[in-house]
Nanobody
Framework: QVQLQESGGGMVQPGGSLRLSCAAS????????MGWYRQAPGKQRELVAT???????NYADSVKGRFSISRDNAKNTVFLEMNTLKPEDTAVYYC???????????????WGQGTQVTVSS
């Protein structure tokens, strides 16, 4: 019923930049929040950044000042601009959405399939 389609991952050298995009589609009534989580090998999935429909943002301390999240509410799309990338940013990045489906009372949480980001020289 809902698809989160990510794009923009890849390999970049330390200090470089990447931009991730994620578009939500399906029987969506409203989106409360969208954002990004990541999971590095051997580690738990962690928050990177989220943004509510009202524009409030939340960033992991490790990415503050380097990453920027933004949304196109009309297109149900979220972006993550990643600058000054470090090797420790290497992970699979997952798109996240908390949204309400048409004819469904309560909102649910949905995840994309993940996109690999590798920072290496």
């Amino acid at each position: 019923q809902v698809q989160l389609q990510e794009s923009g991952g890849g390999m970049v050298q330390p200090g470089g930049s990447l931009r991730l995009s994620c578009a939500a589609s399906g029987s969506i009534f409203s989106i409360n929040a969208m954002g990004w989580y990541r999971q590095a090998p051997g580690k738990q999935r962690e928050l990177v950044a989220t943004q509510t429909s009202g524009g409030s943002t939340n960033y992991a301390d490790s990415v503050k000042g380097r990453f920027s999240i933004s949304r196109d509410n009309a297109k149900n799309t979220v972006f993550l601009e990643m600058n000054t990338l470090k090797p420790e940013d290497t992970a699979v990045y997952y798109c996240y959405a908390r949204l309400q489906l048409i004819f469904v009372r309560n909102p649910g949480e949905y995840w994309g399939q993940g996109t690999q980001v590798t920072v290496s020289s």
